[in-house]
C-alpha cells in the first residue's frame, strides 16, 4: 500500500467545525453495519450535542424517520454542523420549538470524505472525552462452563 507525503487534514490536531462534521459522518457511516454499534452511537450523540452547546452545529427541524421503531411514525431531528446533515433523537422540547420538515429528501446527501474510523474516532474521543472501554478477557463465554473432560464409567457404574 503506498502512503502519500501528505498528512491528512486532522493528523497535525486541529479540530475545526468541518473536521468534527467529517469524524461525525465517517462514524455513524460505520455504525449503521457495526456488530457492536453502541459507541459509535454514543460518540455521534455527545459530539453533536457538545457541538449545538457550544453553537457550531443547529437544530434545522424534524423529519420523519425512515425506521420507525413501534409505532406508524416517528420523527428526528436533523442537526446540520458544516457542510453535513444528521439526524439525532428528539427531546420534548422539540417537538414545540423545531418545525416539522416532513419526509426524508433522500437526494441530499452529504460530501464524501477520505478518513479512517481509527483517526474518527479518536477525533471524537479527543473532543467529547468519552473513551472506548474494553472489557477484561475472559477464557470462556458469559454462561458457559470451562470445558471439562468427560468421565468414562463401566457399564452399570454410577456416577458420584
Known amino acids: ?15 475545526t467545525i468541518e473536521n468534527l462534521a467529517q469524524a461525525v459522518f465517517i462514524v455513524n457511516r460505520h455504525a449503521k ?16 450535542k457538545k457541538l ?16 420507525p421503531r413501534n409505532s406508524q411514525q416517528q420523527s428526528d431531528v436533523l442537526v446540520e ?6 439526524h ?11 418545525p416539522h420538515l416532513g419526509k426524508l429528501d433522500i437526494g441530499i446527501r452529504n460530501p464524501k470524505t477520505s478518513l479512517s474510523l481509527n483517526q474518527a474516532k479518536s477525533v471524537l474521543q479527543a473532543y467529547t ?13 458469559k454462561g458457559q462452563h470451562p470445558f ?13
Open 33 to 48: 453495519a457495526a456488530p457492536n454499534p453502541k459507541l459509535l452511537y454514543k460518540l455521534k450523540h455527545e459530539a453533536l
Open 129 to 141: 472525552g468519552i473513551s472506548e472501554v474494553k472489557p477484561p478477557p475472559s477464557n470462556h463465554k
Open 81 to 86: 454542523c458544516g457542510r453535513y446533515t444528521f
Open 1 to 15: 500500500m503506498k502512503h502519500d507525503s501528505k498528512q491528512h487534514p486532522l493528523a497535525n490536531g486541529t479540530t
Open 148 to 160: 471439562q473432560k468427560p468421565i468414562f464409567k463401566k457399564l452399570g457404574e454410577r456416577y458420584t
Open 88 to 98: 439525532i433523537p428528539p427531546i420534548k422540547s422539540d417537538f414545540s420549538e423545531l
Open 52 to 67: 449545538i452547546e457550544e453553537g457550531k452545529a443547529k437544530k434545522i427541524g424534524l423529519h420523519f424517520s425512515k425506521n
